[in-house]
């Protein structure tokens, strides 16, 4: 089945910083989601990106699918923006979605 | 809020019984998602319905099974409970059921088995 790197696994910023978390998947996929995941465990969405680039206030994420890689830029990090990133995705022509293993970030005051 | 609601928030019980875990996807959905986040597995994918039907099925084990109903809610049972099954039990919910769709998730069922 399709495979899911998420890197780094973990991460502490200094509030006011930016970051750049990758998402690798090994075949072609037609769904990539990107969602945070809050300290009280509500899965929250981000982006439905399976190419291209958007943009949503501090946040955005671009998707090379030719490649199989997706990167979330979180700017002027915040200490709200602490918990868990997930990539998820489904393959070309299945419907089951993959997650990855997850960023783990800790933004410092 | 996502709109898609998930009763109960906490449920703690014992090993060998059996619990049903409850779903009801935003309005306007017709597909439903069931997934397991535990400690050593991460985010699984079990299983999928669109429309009453099962359209998708993952890793869900035998001790498990799931259904949709007409009015579109849906209702994870998990029997013979081990501890291994203690976890976050996550519903999501999308328009088509279909793998472009986007998913948005409940707010989970923490299931504690002792």
């Known amino acids: 089945g399709i495979q899911v790197e998420q890197s780094p696994p973990d991460l502490i910023l200094q509030e006011g910083a930016n970051s750049t978390l990758r998402c690798n998947f090994s075949?072609?996929?037609?769904?990539l989601q990107w969602f945070h995941q809050n300290p009280w465990g509500q899965l929250i969405n981000l982006f439905y990106?399976?190419?291209g680039t958007k943009q949503n206030g501090r946040l955005s994420a671009t998707t090379v699918a030719t490649e199989r890689y997706s990167l979330l830029y979180i700017s002027s990090s915040q200490t709200t923006d602490s918990g868990v990133y997930f990539c998820?995705?489904?393959?070309?022509?299945?419907?089951?979605?993959?997650f990855g293993a997850g960023t783990r970030l800790f933004v410092k005051a | 809020d996502s709109g898609v609601t998930q009763t109960p928030k906490h449920l703690i019980t014992a090993t060998g019984q059996r619990v049903t875990l409850r779903c009801s996807p935003r309005?306007?959905?017709?597909?439903v998602y069931w997934y397991q986040q535990s400690l050593d597995q991460g985010l699984q994918f079990l299983i999928q319905?669109?429309?009453?039907?099962?359209?998708a099925k993952g890793n869900i084990l035998e001790r498990f099974s799931a259904q949709q109903f007409p009015d579109l809610h849906s209702e994870l049972n998990l029997s013979s409970l081990e501890l291994g099954d203690s976890a976050l039990y996550f519903c999501?919910?999308?328009?088509?059921?279909?793998?472009?769709?986007?998913?948005?998730f409940g707010p989970g069922t923490r299931l504690t088995v002792l």
């Open positions: 999501a919910s999308s328009i088509s059921g279909t793998s472009t769709d986007t998913q948005y």
């Open positions: 075949d072609s996929v037609n769904n």
């Open positions: 990106i399976p190419s």
């Open positions: 998820a995705v489904s393959h070309t022509g299945g419907f089951k979605t993959i």
């Open positions: 309005s306007g959905d017709l597909s």
């Open positions: 319905y669109y429309n009453g039907e099962e359209r």
